[in-house]
Protein backbone atom coordinates (compact mmCIF):
# COMPACT_ATOMS: atom_id res chain seq x y z
CA UNK A 1 0.00 0.00 0.00
CA UNK A 2 1.19 3.49 -1.18
CA UNK A 3 0.54 6.74 1.25
CA UNK A 4 1.51 9.93 0.21
CA UNK A 5 1.17 12.62 3.02
CA UNK A 6 1.32 16.34 1.70
CA UNK A 7 2.43 19.51 4.19
CA UNK A 8 3.27 23.05 3.57
CA UNK A 9 0.48 24.65 2.38
CA UNK A 10 -1.20 28.10 3.49
CA UNK A 11 -2.15 31.61 3.42
CA UNK A 12 0.52 33.84 1.42
CA UNK A 13 0.21 37.40 0.23
CA UNK A 14 0.70 38.20 -3.27
CA UNK A 15 4.66 38.17 -3.98
CA UNK A 16 5.60 35.68 -1.48
CA UNK A 17 6.48 32.33 -1.29
CA UNK A 18 5.63 28.73 0.16
CA UNK A 19 7.53 25.04 0.11
CA UNK A 20 5.51 22.30 -0.43
CA UNK A 21 6.63 18.45 0.52
CA UNK A 22 4.87 14.93 -0.26
CA UNK A 23 6.44 11.81 1.35
CA UNK A 24 6.03 8.91 -0.60
CA UNK A 25 5.74 5.41 1.96
CA UNK A 26 4.91 1.86 0.97
CA UNK A 27 6.23 -0.48 -1.86
CA UNK A 28 7.57 2.65 -4.11
CA UNK A 29 9.58 0.77 -7.36
CA UNK A 30 11.92 2.92 -10.00
CA UNK A 31 11.87 4.23 -12.27
CA UNK A 32 8.60 6.67 -11.58
CA UNK A 33 7.36 9.83 -11.65
CA UNK A 34 6.79 12.46 -8.76
CA UNK A 35 4.48 15.51 -9.52
CA UNK A 36 2.30 18.04 -8.31
CA UNK A 37 -1.30 19.14 -9.67
CA UNK A 38 -3.38 21.93 -8.57
CA UNK A 39 -7.23 22.40 -8.53
CA UNK A 40 -9.10 25.52 -8.21
CA UNK A 41 -13.19 25.81 -7.19
CA UNK A 42 -14.45 25.57 -10.52
CA UNK A 43 -11.62 24.25 -12.84
CA UNK A 44 -10.23 21.02 -13.81
CA UNK A 45 -7.31 19.15 -12.00
CA UNK A 46 -4.01 20.15 -13.84
CA UNK A 47 -0.53 19.30 -13.52
CA UNK A 48 1.38 21.65 -12.02
CA UNK A 49 4.89 19.94 -12.00
CA UNK A 50 6.29 16.38 -12.24
CA UNK A 51 9.80 14.96 -11.79
CA UNK A 52 11.07 11.32 -13.16
CA UNK A 53 13.46 9.68 -10.98
CA UNK A 54 16.13 10.36 -12.95
CA UNK A 55 15.40 14.21 -12.53
CA UNK A 56 13.77 15.21 -15.82
CA UNK A 57 11.45 17.89 -14.60
CA UNK A 58 8.49 19.06 -16.67
CA UNK A 59 6.50 22.36 -15.87
CA UNK A 60 2.81 23.99 -16.74
CA UNK A 61 3.69 27.23 -18.70
CA UNK A 62 1.90 29.44 -16.08
CA UNK A 63 4.54 28.27 -13.53
CA UNK A 64 7.85 27.95 -15.36
CA UNK A 65 10.32 30.39 -13.93
CA UNK A 66 8.24 30.61 -10.64
CA UNK A 67 7.94 27.11 -9.17
CA UNK A 68 10.75 24.48 -8.96
CA UNK A 69 10.24 20.56 -8.30
CA UNK A 70 12.78 18.65 -6.93
CA UNK A 71 13.22 15.52 -4.87
CA UNK A 72 15.04 13.35 -2.42
CA UNK A 73 15.34 9.55 -4.13
CA UNK A 74 16.00 8.12 -0.72
CA UNK A 75 13.73 9.61 0.82
CA UNK A 76 10.56 9.13 -1.38
CA UNK A 77 9.77 12.54 -1.17
CA UNK A 78 9.07 15.34 -3.59
CA UNK A 79 9.45 18.95 -3.42
CA UNK A 80 7.56 22.07 -5.06
CA UNK A 81 9.26 25.80 -4.60
CA UNK A 82 6.79 27.95 -5.03
CA UNK A 83 8.20 32.08 -5.38
CA UNK A 84 6.37 34.89 -6.71
CA UNK A 85 2.89 33.68 -5.60
CA UNK A 86 -0.37 34.85 -7.60
CA UNK A 87 -3.67 34.93 -6.37
CA UNK A 88 -4.68 32.69 -9.71
CA UNK A 89 -1.81 30.14 -7.66
CA UNK A 90 -5.07 29.40 -5.49
CA UNK A 91 -5.93 25.86 -5.02
CA UNK A 92 -5.87 22.64 -3.65
CA UNK A 93 -2.49 21.02 -4.30
CA UNK A 94 -2.25 17.56 -5.02
CA UNK A 95 0.90 15.42 -4.71
CA UNK A 96 1.05 12.56 -7.49
CA UNK A 97 2.97 9.43 -8.01
CA UNK A 98 3.17 7.67 -11.08
CA UNK A 99 4.55 3.93 -10.81
CA UNK A 100 4.70 2.15 -14.67
CA UNK A 101 3.84 -1.69 -14.58
CA UNK A 102 4.04 -4.15 -17.27
CA UNK A 103 0.60 -3.11 -18.93
CA UNK A 104 0.40 0.38 -17.68
CA UNK A 105 1.03 2.50 -14.71
CA UNK A 106 -0.62 2.76 -10.95
CA UNK A 107 -1.73 6.51 -9.68
CA UNK A 108 -1.72 7.35 -5.77
CA UNK A 109 -2.76 10.40 -4.62
CA UNK A 110 -2.61 12.78 -1.64
CA UNK A 111 -5.18 14.07 0.42
CA UNK A 112 -4.25 17.44 -1.23
CA UNK A 113 -3.14 21.01 0.47
CA UNK A 114 -4.66 24.27 0.44
CA UNK A 115 -2.86 26.83 -1.05
CA UNK A 116 -4.67 30.57 -0.95
CA UNK A 117 -2.93 33.36 -2.49
CA UNK A 118 -4.62 36.68 -0.87
CA UNK A 119 -3.66 40.29 0.52
Known amino acids: QVQLVESGGGLVQPGGSLRLSCAASGSISRPNTMGWYRQAPGKQRELVAS???????NYADSVKGRFTVSRDNAKNTVYLEMNSLEPEDTAVYYCNLVIPIVYGSRNYWGQGTQVTVSP
Open 51 to 57: ITSSGNT
